[in-house]
């Protein structure tokens, strides 16, 4: 049975800046992410955080596995599996993929599939220096616009449930850069226990190479640091290799890496 419910979250540590990423330093990570993009449902299955909002990301509505989920794993997975079955929705399971290699390894034994290969990248804010150039003028609102959300993964955000899941935040700023009056290049920021967490980045196809994602990065640097942030993190697609040149441009380095396994029949 399921142990606790709601989005509690005893799990955040202060992931450390000395030496390489321990264990424990990835899953505060995780944890701090997790807390950044707030699914509509939440339910805690021992150490285990199941996420679910109607199939809006793989973050939103996969099972992250924070710690040990007190009970033998065919159980928690057949729990899981129940628990997504019953919201129409397939099984599926957030890997960080040194943290948790023996479950990694024990779910590719059982024939479970790999997607979304992904690179958690951070970043210090404290120690960056103070814009030497004048950028383009960023707007930042606590809600999207339409405009926002249309330039969002090609308008998907415009969906009732995206809306929500995007602005389920205390601390939430959506950047929007404007050209000739149109968006052409947008991001939303988090803080949560003094880090900026960065996603949804995106310039329309016809403005990209003029530096306007970096504008938006460094705008949202400039927010977060007002409320607190000291550091940031972000998630990139490890095949999409030119935004991680930016973002090894803007100063981001890798901590980690995770990807979701799913079972071969879902």
């Not at 103070?130 to 616009?145: E, G, L, M, R, Y």
């Not at 249309?150 to 939430?172: I, S």
């Not at 850069?177 to 900026?196: F, I, Q, S």
Request: proline residues 7%; hydrophobic residues 45%; glycine residues 8%.
């Amino acid at each position: 049975m399921l142990l606790c419910s709601g989005f509690s979250m005893p799990f955040v540590l202060e992931p450390s800046w000395v030496g390489p990423p321990t264990t424990a330093d990835e899953l505060a990570l995780e944890a701090i992410a997790a807390l950044g993009l707030q699914p509509a449902e939440t339910e805690l299955l021992g150490g285990w955080l199941l996420r679910a909002d109607s199939g809006f990301t793989h973050r939103a509505n996969s099972v992250l596995p924070l710690r040990a989920p007190r009970m033998p794993l065919d159980e928690a997975l057949a729990t899981a599996q129940d628990w997504y079955a019953a919201r129409g929705l397939p099984l599926q399971v957030h890997v960080p993929t040194e943290a948790r290699r023996l479950l990694d390894a024990e779910l590719g034994e059982r024939g479970w599939s790999i997607e979304l290969p992904t690179q958690v990248l951070v970043a210090r804010l404290d120690l960056r220096p103070a814009p030497a150039a004048v950028q383009p003028s960023v707007d930042i609102a606590t809600a999207p616009d339409d405009e926002w959300l249309a330039l969002y993964r090609g308008g998907h955000g415009l969906a009732p449930a995206a809306r929500a899941l995007l602005t389920r935040h205390e601390t939430v700023a959506f950047a929007s850069l404007r050209v000739g009056g149109r968006v052409v290049a947008v991001a939303r920021g988090v803080v949560d226990h003094a880090w900026l967490g960065v996603m949804a980045v995106e310039v329309d196809p016809a403005h990209r190479r003029q530096g306007l994602a970096a504008a938006i990065m460094t705008r949202l640097w400039q927010w977060g640091g007002v409320h607190g942030a000291q550091r940031s993190y972000l998630q990139v697609e490890a095949a999409n290799e030119p935004a991680m040149r930016l973002y090894e441009k803007l100063g981001y380095a890798i901590h980690h890496d995770y990807h979701y396994r799913r079972p071969a029949a879902s």
